[in-house]
């Protein structure tokens, strides 16, 4: 995986990453937890486990489970976030500060 080249994501998974996942796909009845734009959900076989809400929080409560696809588009859609937020803060530090009106 591409993503998991410059990360150290993997280091700070739990130790018992690998029970907690087969507890959420046992959850999860080994299905994709998305919901179509339909409602319904997605009937594909889960393969991912993912977090909801991006971070290190890896309480069930957090965790789904996802298939390929769906994980695909949720991390393509949160690395653009990451990056387009990393990019408005530098250009900030270009930025010069605005003079007050009264100094002009």
């Known amino acids: 995986m591409p993503g998991w080249t410059n990360s150290n994501r993997r280091d700070r998974l739990p130790k018992d990453w690998q029970a907690i996942r087969h507890?959420?796909?046992r959850r999860d009845g080994g299905r994709c937890c998305?919901?179509?734009p339909d409602?319904?959900?997605c009937p594909?076989?889960?393969t991912q486990v993912d977090h909801i809400?991006?971070?290190d929080d890896h309480s069930l409560d957090n965790l789904q489970s996802i298939c390929d696809d769906h994980h695909r588009v949720k991390s393509s859609s949160e690395g653009a976030r990451a990056l387009?937020?990393?990019?408005a803060q530098n250009a900030k530090k270009f930025l010069r500060p605005e003079r007050h009106p009264g100094l002009l």
């Open 23 to 25: 507890r959420v796909f």
């Open 34 to 36: 998305i919901p179509l």
């Open 44 to 46: 594909n076989a889960a």
């Open 39 to 41: 409602g319904r959900r």
């Open 84 to 87: 387009n937020a990393k990019k």
């Open 53 to 55: 809400i991006p971070g």
